[in-house]
């Protein structure tokens, strides 16, 4: 299990259109440059947000996240979305997405439905990080759009409320349709209940019968499996090859304090210290199963000083030494064969 983290996305089409290099980008955001290559490995929270921040300094377009929500690739689109755009209704989309979000990001989408109106919030997943405003814009984009396309109607929120500075504010107001409200308390896009049972023209019924089944399989699994304690350990094996990660290291990757990370973690009934200790464990087995690392790499690659340290590791974690555990793994695949 992995911590909630975003698929890398490939935004370059768009910002080139803009006259911003991805490169440029994750420069600013000081983000590894092989990002830029879409790899698939994801990035946690506090990764998308430097990149957001990275983003606003480099492009100077106020409108720079509602483009890049409006052209995303559509072979880019996760699953979630898919099923979303092809709901029954507006609300129906809108509650789909919220149940999917899970899934493809490490957001929490929240419909609150009072009197006339129905506000959408959204709040993240494990992390004390301002969120961006070009991050923002993005996603309230998306999601006016996901009205605007499904019913084929000029659809207009009833208004918008963003926490910031105001800026720009006949361009959001030009884009959204409706009054833009600026140091407002939290962040919503609020939309006429009436708007929510709108029928969409692109509702399909044996395409959300096909993928229903799987989303809800995985949402039930995301649940039973998520925690802290797993998201520390994917962090952590992330940085061993570069460094020995301290808890401020994981921390930070992941978007928290050091003390609200090492709470989280006891309120788990674990330390730190444990969680890498495991992690180092099966990063050793991963890397000496696949057999093409030799032990002082292996070591390195786990944050031990030297091999020796690496060897008495590996006898307390599995009573052998990593000679031994690699001769009895291929014993056993062989008998399995």
Request: charged share 25%; proline share 6%; aromatic share 8%.
């Amino acid at each position: 299990m992995t911590a909630p983290a975003y698929p890398v996305p490939d935004y370059r089409s768009t910002l080139q259109e803009m006259g911003v290099e991805m490169g440029q980008v994750l420069r600013a955001a000081d983000l590894p440059l092989a990002l830029a290559s879409s790899s698939p490995g994801g990035m946690t929270v506090a990764q998308v947000f430097a990149f957001w921040r990275g983003l606003a300094q480099v492009c100077a377009d106020p409108l720079v996240g509602v483009k890049i929500a409006l052209n995303l690739p559509r072979e880019q689109y996760h699953p979630a979305s898919i099923a979303a755009q092809h709901a029954r209704t507006f609300r129906d989309g809108l509650q789909r997405l919220a149940r999917y979000k899970s899934l493809c990001c490490a957001e929490e989408m929240r419909l609150i439905e009072q009197g006339d109106t129905c506000a959408v919030e959204i709040h993240w997943v494990g992390t004390d990080l301002p969120v961006p405003p070009r991050f923002i814009d993005a996603i309230f984009a998306a999601q006016t759009e996901l009205g605007r396309r499904g019913t084929a109607c000029v659809l207009h929120p009833r208004r918008v409320e963003l926490s910031r500075e105001p800026e720009a504010v006949e361009v959001f107001e030009r884009f959204y349709g409706c009054r833009v409200h600026f140091r407002a308390p939290q962040n919503r896009l609020i939309f006429n209940r009436s708007d929510l049972e709108l029928p969409f023209v692109t509702y399909n019924a044996a395409l959300l019968e096909m993928l229903e089944p799987s989303l809800d399989r995985a949402v039930s699994d995301r649940r039973a499996k998520s925690s802290v304690s797993q998201q520390v350990k994917w962090v952590a094996q992330r940085l061993l090859s570069s460094c020995l990660p301290q808890l401020a290291d994981v921390a930070r990757e992941l978007g928290m304090s050091a003390r609200s990370l090492q709470r989280r973690i006891a309120e788990e009934g674990m330390s730190y210290r444990q969680l890498l200790t495991e992690a180092r464990r099966e990063l050793a087995h991963q890397y000496l199963e696949g057999g093409a690392l030799n032990l002082v790499e292996v070591a390195c690659l786990l944050g031990f000083e030297d091999p020796n340290s690496f060897y008495r590791a590996f006898r307390d974690w599995e009573g052998m030494t990593p000679r031994e555990w690699q001769r009895r793994r291929s014993l056993g695949r062989g008998a399995l064969a």
